[in-house]
């Protein structure tokens, strides 16, 4: 099962709205991760910027006005909130993913309108509600509805493509594609495969991704462990490789992050 404490992605916390996970029905955890869904409410001018590292995955979102399939993002980027809003979203698994995008390479970075009305209208009618808790609880049971009746079961390739994905997520000694393969007795051609139908990035991407969130989540969580121990802990070869992947994806240093998470 899913942990939705899980803190990976969120950049810095403390500038979150209200903000909510519902795990996945066992029927449909092959097919979803979790459900997310924060709401906001800010003063007249006022804006609120997100920033994520992502999972490396793909939602469907659904929103006041549509529904959009966000693909996943090859970098950090970030969502600027205003005024009063909501979503509801759902983080899709490698099986999930495959039912709703043919190739999902082809929406990585790209946020695209979805054509799923019913869904749409039964979770706009559930967000209205008057309480909260009981809106969020009839908009996971519109979405619940709607997968089931829309996305197939998981196949054998999206089973395989999840354990992949599970392997990666949890083992944080898994730093190359070789491990991988190793690891689920299949070629390395065949976990590029899996990556590219079932995610749409390189299983490089993905690791790196994973390993990436995991330093950002501990050096704001512990101001103690220096930015070598880190990076050892998560396979990189160095501290100079580390801060040149919180630059190439980031845009900061691990020092500089530290910084603005200490200040948030």
């Given at each position: 099962m899913a942990d939705l404490s899980d803190g990976r992605g969120v950049l810095y916390p403390a500038r979150l709205p209200s903000f909510h996970r519902e795990p996945a029905p066992q029927e449909l955890r092959e097919l979803i991760r979790w459900f997310w869904i924060p709401r906001w409410n800010l003063p007249a001018g006022r804006i609120s910027r997100q920033e994520l590292l992502p999972f490396p995955a793909s939602n469907l979102v659904v929103q006041p006005e549509n529904v959009i399939l966000a693909g996943p993002t090859t970098g950090a980027s970030h969502r600027d909130l205003r005024g009063r809003g909501w979503a509801v979203g759902v983080l899709l698994?490698?099986?999930?993913?495959?039912?709703?995008?043919?190739?999902?390479?082809?929406?990585?970075?790209?946020?695209?309108?979805?054509?799923?009305?019913?869904?749409?209208?039964?979770?706009?009618?559930?967000?209205?509600?008057?309480?909260?808790?009981?809106?969020?609880?009839?908009?996971?049971?519109?979405?619940t509805a709607w997968i089931s009746a829309h996305l197939d079961p998981a196949g054998e390739s999206g089973l395989l493509a999840n354990a992949m994905e599970d392997l990666i997520s949890a083992d944080r000694t898994i730093v190359g594609v070789d491990q991988v393969a190793h690891r689920l007795g299949i070629s390395i051609?065949?976990?590029?495969?899996?990556?590219?139908?079932?995610?749409?990035?390189p299983p490089l991407t993905i690791i790196r991704r994973y390993r990436l969130q995991e330093a950002a989540q501990r050096l704001r969580e512990d101001p103690f462990l220096t930015i070598s121990q880190v990076a050892a802990d998560l396979g990189y070869a160095d501290h100079a490789h580390l801060t040149t992947d919180f630059r190439r994806v980031l845009g900061l240093t691990p020092n500089s992050y530290r910084r603005h998470t200490s200040t948030d």
């Open positions: 698994r490698p099986a999930g993913i495959a039912a709703l995008h043919p190739d999902p390479r082809a929406i990585h970075d790209i946020e695209m309108p979805f054509d799923a009305t019913e869904l749409h209208q039964t979770v706009r009618a559930a967000m209205r509600h008057d309480d909260e808790t009981t809106g969020r609880e009839r908009a996971v049971g519109a979405c051609r065949a976990v590029q495969r899996l990556a590219r139908r079932h995610v749409g990035l």
